[in-house]
C-alpha cells in the first residue's frame, strides 16, 4: 500500500508533478510579482507556459513595467498599436521632444544634445546630426522647416530615470516611441474634428504634387511651401529660381 502511494507520488503523469499544472494553481498576485519583474523577451516565453500565465503576462500593468524597468522610468502613457512594442525595450524606444523654433537648424539642434555622447567634440556633431535626421526620416536638412517638432534619439539612459514617456507615433518620423518631453508634459491637443483631417488630406495632396513636380524629398517641398503661403504655383517658381542661381554659380 505505501509502496503503491510511493510509486503514484513518484509517477511524472500525475497531476502533481505537472509543472504546467502546478504553474497553474500560483495565486494570481504572487503570479503577478514574480512576471513583471521579467525582461520583455523572457515575459513573452512566460505567456506561453499556460492560459492563466498568458492572461497575467498580457496584462497592461504587468507589460509597462516589463518595458520600463531595465531604462528606471517613472511611468509610460498611452497604447502602442500593437503589443509587440511592449517586446522591444531597447534605448531606441525612446525619444526626446524637440519643439522646432524659430531659427533653428539641424546643426544647431544636434549640438544643443550632444552632451548625451562620450564621442570626441571633431565627430560629435556629425554624428548627432546623422542621427536626428536618420530618426525623423529627414532627407535634408531643409526638413525642420515643416516640423513642429524632432525626436532627439536617447543615448545616454540616465536621462530617462524617474521620467514620464508617453507612447506616440510620429507620422513625419513614421516610428511609433516612447517620447520624453523635458517641459514635463505634451503641449499638442489631439486633432479629430472632421475639419482638421480634410485639412490635412488636402494639405497631402497639395504636398505630393509640389514634391513630384519639383522631383524633391518631403521636407524640401514643404520648405517652398510654407515660404510661398501654402501656394504650390509660388512654391515652385521660388525653387526655380534657386535652381537658376545655382546654376549660375556653378558656371562661375
Keep these: 500500500m505505501a509502496d503503491g502511494a510511493a510509486s503514484s507520488s513518484a509517477d511524472p503523469t500525475s497531476p502533481a508533478s505537472d509543472p504546467v499544472a502546478i504553474a497553474a494553481r500560483l495565486p494570481a498576485d504572487l503570479l503577478r510579482s ?28 504587468v507589460l509597462e513595467a516589463a518595458f520600463r524597468a531595465p531604462w528606471g522610468v ?27 523654433r524659430r531659427g533653428d537648424t539641424v546643426p544647431g539642434v544636434a549640438l544643443k544634445y550632444s552632451v548625451q555622447r562620450q564621442h ?24 525642420i522647416y515643416s516640423r513642429e517638432r524632432l525626436l532627439i534619439p536617447i543615448s545616454n539612459p540616465e536621462i530617462l530615470l524617474g521620467s514620464t514617456c508617453y507612447i506616440e507615433m ?30 490635412e488630406k488636402r494639405s497631402q495632396r497639395i504636398l505630393e504634387s509640389v514634391r513630384r513636380s519639383l522631383r524633391v524629398d518631403d521636407g524640401t517641398a514643404l520648405y517652398y511651401l510654407s515660404i510661398s503661403e501654402g501656394d504650390p504655383r509660388a512654391a ?12 549660375q554659380r556653378a558656371g562661375y
Design 34 to 61: 514574480f512576471l513583471q519583474r521579467l525582461p520583455p523577451a523572457d515575459l513573452a516565453r512566460a505567456a506561453c507556459v499556460c492560459r492563466a500565465w498568458y492572461a497575467v503576462a498580457s496584462d497592461r500593468a
Design 120 to 143: 570626441s567634440i571633431m565627430n560629435l556633431t556629425d554624428l548627432m546630426v546623422t542621427d536626428v535626421k536618420r530618426f525623423n526620416n529627414m532627407i535634408s536638412d531643409h526638413g
Design 236 to 247: 515652385m517658381m521660388e525653387f526655380s529660381e534657386d535652381l537658376r542661381w545655382e546654376q
Design 170 to 199: 510620429d507620422h513625419n518620423a513614421k516610428r511609433e516611441v516612447a517620447v520624453f518631453y523635458p517641459e514635463g508634459r505634451p503641449g499638442g491637443k489631439a486633432e479629430s474634428s472632421v475639419r482638421t483631417v480634410s485639412t
Design 74 to 100: 517613472r511611468r509610460v502613457i498611452g497604447e502602442p498599436t500593437t503589443r509587440a512594442f511592449w517586446r522591444a525595450a531597447y534605448l531606441g524606444r525612446f525619444a526626446l521632444s524637440h519643439a522646432v
